[in-house]
């Protein structure tokens, strides 16, 4: 059975940074991981995504050069390290965990189990 947990998330003040965790079960190298977030009142938005092997890597283009993703060494513990943050960075973040398919990486109906997200909020 599949699972991941997010971590990690909480207050900063807007130029801070944060480091989200994902811990995941069930979650071999067959799967990406992808981190998504929701702001009040809006779509789902893609953030980052990492495949199986740790390669590979796509960002959402309002966070590329401010958020890395990673994965440790046996895969199970997918990051994403966020600097810079401002409060258009704001919301929840969740992690979600995919086999490819029809809209990845980008389409979160690609990923087909989901964590239940931590709350990010960046004061300004």
């Known amino acids: 059975q599949v699972q991941l947990v997010e971590s990690g998330g909480g207050l900063v003040a807007a130029g801070g940074s944060l480091r989200l965790s994902c811990a995941t079960s069930?979650?071999?190298?067959?799967?990406?991981v992808g981190w998504f977030r929701q702001a009040p009142g809006k779509d789902r938005e893609f953030v980052a995504m990492i495949t199986g092997n740790g390669v590979n890597t796509e960002y959402g283009d309002s966070v590329k050069g401010r958020f890395t993703i990673s994965r440790d060494n046996d895969g199970t513990t997918v990051y994403l390290d966020m600097v810079t943050l401002n409060p258009a960075d704001m919301g929840i973040y969740y992690c979600?965990?995919?086999?490819?398919?029809?809209?990845?990486?980008?389409?979160?109906?690609?990923?087909?189990?989901w964590g239940q997200g931590t709350q990010v909020t960046v004061s300004s």
């Open positions: 979600a965990a995919s086999t490819g398919g029809m809209g990845f990486p980008f389409n979160e109906r690609a990923y087909k189990t």
């Open positions: 069930g979650v071999t190298r067959m799967y990406a």
